[in-house]
Nanobody
Framework: QVQLVESGGGLVQAGGSLRLSCAASGRTFSSYAMGWVRQAPGKERDVVAA????????YYADSVKGRFTISRDNAKKMVYLQMNALKPEDTAVYYC?????????????????WGQGTQVTVSS
């Protein structure tokens, strides 16, 4: 089992940057595929970025491709989401999520463990 705690959210102007961090507990962090999922007001959760167990494989939703970068440090049990060129439509609660069963996953239903979420607000 793994516990996840996100940090780094906040209020930023359009065009700005934020870096989200996710701290994981547990001894087998490197065996989890990780992802960042966001939920905007009134909308369903969407996977915006995912990273494989090793960190060599990544996935990005079309809406964030070229602007967001996901990374992980297995030794520190951390996952990051660097968000650049932020847009008002990026406003959402961002969740860190872990999947123990796949090398990498883009499917929401495959994530078994979730953090509490961190709010990102982008003003125009």
């Amino acid at each position: 089992q793994v516990q996840l705690v996100e940090s780094g959210g906040g209020l930023v102007q359009a065009g700005g940057s934020l870096r989200l961090s996710c701290a994981a507990s547990g001894r087998t962090f490197s065996s989890y595929a990780m992802g960042w999922v966001r939920q905007a007001p009134g909308k369903e959760r969407d996977v915006v970025a995912a990273i494989s167990r090793s960190g060599f494989g990544t996935y990005y939703a079309d809406s964030v491709k070229g602007r967001f970068t996901i990374s992980r440090d297995n030794a520190k049990k951390m996952v990051y989401l660097q968000m650049n060129a932020l847009k008002p439509e990026d406003t959402a609660v961002y969740y860190c999520a872990a999947d123990p069963n796949n090398v990498i996953t883009t499917k929401l239903r495959e994530y078994d463990y979730w953090g509490q979420g961190t709010q990102v607000t982008v003003s125009s």
